[in-house]
Every structure is written in structure tokens, then in C-alpha cells.
């Protein structure tokens, strides 16, 4: 018999309490927010609101992404990991609920819902926009459900047998049909194969699409075909940089003792390397092309993020540092560094991707410039840089900012350390 089976446990509660009350937190921000009888704080609640769920929606995908891109490529080096991967993808669903305060928030968000786009209005017409929209994240909520049920499905072997009550109920009926567990892993395995494929082209169909209709829209002037891959790309990478720290984080729990092993930190170190390059190939195909074109269209995207000074007729030293102050330029070029520059830079020698403290520092990092990236991809078309020089206020840590950023945090990982403790529970297969 595989030691890869589920026993389920009780959460613990110290962590339940944290992540609770984290959710709480984000609840009551929330909640204040929309209501508040200012309609500029509302509005800017349901533009934090977008900003999150764009962030953690598409790293949750991204994770199963991950996970299926293992099985395609016949991985054997993840060990453990494979099963944290597959824990991260249990907010997806959750992130399918909260689409509906996005389109609660429309008419706050989107300035298509008021004034059609010339000669867009039949693909941002609002129904067919939310509709399509809400069609692609149901489609691939669906298929990562069921990916996630077929891979913990012969896990549960222990699970149908001893555990008691309503989970003995719940876990008889999830294995209806069982046939033995050699059967079922061999089943699973082959189903899951298939499925892999379906589920990471429905990644990369579903969320172009929402690239497309949440964000690209925000400036309805501007196209980019680049942008719908960067953008589910970022998903990919900060899902790995994630993965690395709870990774690290989990390292010593006697529950993964011996299992992520200095190889495996080595071989995570490396993906967030590497794919790290390969997201700012893509920002600099898109940039590149913009900034020989000159068109204002698509100059004006660029500039609304990282200022006048990236642009062909500035391409001069002489005001670089006060172009560089103007609205969002230096966020701009934080999130690049954090989520570019340190990872290449730091990690291009063998060792720094072998020592936890350097990998975890520039991991967490990496997150936290995705979270700062997806800010910048929403706020400066909403807010634009004119609208701060004539005094509005913007920034990525108000209180409004903090407090529902802190409640996504909290409710993704409560999802996390739910499916983590209820279906896998024990250790995977030893390798």
C-alpha cells in the first residue's frame, strides 16, 4: 500500500485563528468601504477589491497550472510539493464567488458600462462582457475541482474506512465505485494525465480572457496581444515563488521531515529564476514594440505606469530623475526590481538558490512585487497620473489597501490549510 494516503485532521487552531481573524479584518474593511456615504471610497473599495482578487485568483490558478505542468512533463523530483501545489488550488472556487462583488462594482470600475467604446461595443457590451467572463471561470473552476478530485480520490482509501460521522459519509460518497486502491491510483493517474492538458490550456484561455475584459479595458484606447500571456504568466510565477515559501516554511514540520530536501529547494530556486526571465520577456516584447511604434494609443498605458521617461522621445539622461517622480513611475519600477532584478541578480549563482534564508528573502519578495504589479495594472487607469498631480490621493498601503489585501491573505490561506489538513493529511509517497 502507497503512503500516500489522506488522514484527515483537525485544523489547528492557532493558524485558524490568525487567518480568521485576517479575513475578518478584510471583511469589515470591506464592508466600510462600500458603504461609506463618500462614493470616491467606494469606488476606490471595489478598485483595491479588483486589484486582490486579479492577484490571488489567477496565483491560485496558477498553482494547479504548475501541478499539471508536472504531470505533462512526467516530473519526478517534487516529491511533497506536488500535494502543497494542489492545496493552493482549493481558493479557486472562492475566487469564483467573489467575481460577483466585481460585477456589483461595475458601473464604479469599468467606464464602458456608461459610455460604449467606438468601435468595441458589441465585445464590451456589459452583459456579453460578464457573462462570458463569469462562462470562463466557471469552465475552469470546474476542471480544477475535478483535476483536484481525481488527484486526492485514491488517497482516501484510510479515509473511507476509519474516519467517523459526516466525514465517513462525505468520503463513502466521493469514492462511490471504488474498485481498490491500486486500480484507483492507476485510474486516477491515467484520467489526470488527460486532464492536465484541458486544465492548463483552460488556464491560459480563461485568464487571457480576463486580462482582457478586467484590465486592458480599464484603458479601453489600449491594445496588446502580449498582455493576456503576461498577465496569466504572472499567475504561473508568483504561484511558484508562493510554493517556495511555504515550502521553506514547512521544511522542519515533522510532518515533511527529510521531504524538502536541498535538492528540492535547489530545483524550486531554479524555476523561480528562470521563469522570472522568461516574465520580463514578455513584459519587454510588449514594451519594445510599443516604444518603437510611438503610438499614442499605446504609449499611453506605458506611461501611465512607469512615466515619460521610458518613452522614445525621452530616451535621454538629461530630467531622468524628475520624470522618474512622476505618478506611479518609481511603484512602477519597485515591482520590476522586486519581481525581476533581485530574482536574476540574486539567484544567478548555485548556491543562494540552495540557502533558505537568501531564496525565502527573495521569494517572498517576488510575491509581494506581484501584489504591487497587479496595483499598477488597475490603479494609475482609474486614477490617472493627472489626477494625482492635481492632488488626489493614491497609494498601495492606506488603510483600505492593507486591510483588504490582509483579508485575501487571510482567506486564501484558510483554504490552503483546509484542504491541506482535511484530504491529504499525511505525508505523499516517499520518493
Not at 492577484?55 to 496558477?62: D, I, K, N, R
Not at 520577456?281 to 494609443?297: G, K
Not at 522586486?338 to 519578495?365: D, E, M, N, S
Amino acid at each position: 500500500m502507497s503512503t500516500d494516503i489522506a488522514t484527515p485532521r483537525s485544523l489547528p487552531m492557532t493558524p485558524v485563528a490568525i487567518f480568521g481573524a485576517m479575513v475578518l479584518i478584510g471583511a469589515v474593511t470591506l464592508l466600510s468601504g462600500l458603504l461609506s456615504s463618500d462614493s470616491e471610497t467606494s469606488a476606490r473599495t471595489y478598485r483595491v477589491f479588483l486589484h486582490n482578487w486579479l492577484l490571488w485568483g489567477s496565483l491560485s490558478q496558477g498553482a494547479l497550472a504548475l501541478s499539471a505542468g508536472m504531470r505533462l512533463t512526467n516530473a519526478r523530483w517534487q516529491g511533497p510539493i506536488h500535494r502543497i501545489v494542489d492545496s493552493m488550488g482549493a481558493y479557486i472556487p472562492v475566487s469564483l464567488l467573489l467575481f460577483a462583488v466585481i460585477f456589483a462594482g461595475r458601473h464604479e470600475l469599468f467606464e464602458w458600462t456608461h459610455h460604449p467604446i467606438a468601435g468595441k461595443e458589441f465585445w464590451f457590451e456589459p452583459g456579453f462582457t460578464f457573462t462570458r467572463d463569469l462562462i470562463a471561470l466557471l469552465w475552469v473552476t470546474f476542471i480544477s475541482m475535478f483535476y483536484l478530485y481525481l488527484s486526492v480520490r485514491p488517497m482516501l482509501a484510510n479515509a473511507r474506512e476509519n474516519a467517523t460521522g459526516f466525514r465517513k459519509t462525505m468520503f463513502q460518497a466521493w469514492t462511490s465505485g471504488w474498485r481498490g486502491e491500486e486500480h484507483e491510483r492507476a485510474s486516477s493517474e491515467r484520467r489526470l494525465r488527460k486532464l492536465a492538458a484541458v486544465l492548463a490550456l483552460s488556464f491560459a484561455i480563461s485568464y487571457s480572457l480576463i486580462a482582457i475584459d478586467m484590465i486592458m479595458s480599464l484603458s479601453p484606447e489600449w491594445v496588446s496581444t502580449m498582455f493576456p500571456a503576461y498577465y496569466a504568466w504572472g499567475g504561473f510565477l508568483s504561484a511558484i515563488s508562493l510554493t517556495t515559501i511555504i515550502c521553506l516554511v514547512f521544511r522542519n514540520h515533522p510532518d515533511f521531515e527529510g521531504e524538502i530536501t536541498t535538492d528540492r529547494i535547489h530545483d524550486l530556486g531554479k524555476m523561480v529564476f528562470a521563469f522570472s526571465i522568461f516574465w520580463m520577456y514578455l513584459f519587454w516584447s510588449q514594451y519594445f514594440v510599443i516604444w518603437y511604434a510611438n503610438i499614442p494609443e499605446e504609449t499611453g498605458f506605458i506611461q501611465a505606469r512607469l512615466g515619460s521617461q521610458f518613452l522614445q522621445d525621452t530616451w535621454y539622461m538629461e530630467g531622468f530623475w524628475e520624470r522618474v517622480a512622476e505618478p506611479y513611475a518609481r511603484l512602477t519600477l519597485f515591482a520590476w526590481i522586486l519581481v525581476w532584478i533581485v530574482p536574476f541578480w540574486v539567484l544567478l549563482g548555485q548556491r543562494p538558490k540552495k540557502t533558505p534564508a537568501i531564496l525565502g528573502t527573495v521569494a517572498a519578495g517576488s510575491v509581494f512585487g506581484f501584489w504591487l504589479e497587479r496595483y499598477i495594472l488597475v490603479t494609475p487607469s482609474i486614477v490617472k497620473p493627472a489626477a494625482v498631480l492635481e492632488g488626489a490621493s493614491v497609494s498601495p498601503f492606506g488603510i483600505l489597501e492593507l486591510g483588504i489585501g490582509v483579508g485575501f491573505l487571510g482567506l486564501f490561506f484558510l483554504c490552503f490549510l483546509g484542504f491541506g489538513r482535511f484530504f491529504p493529511g499525511a505525508l505523499p509517497a516517499k520518493s
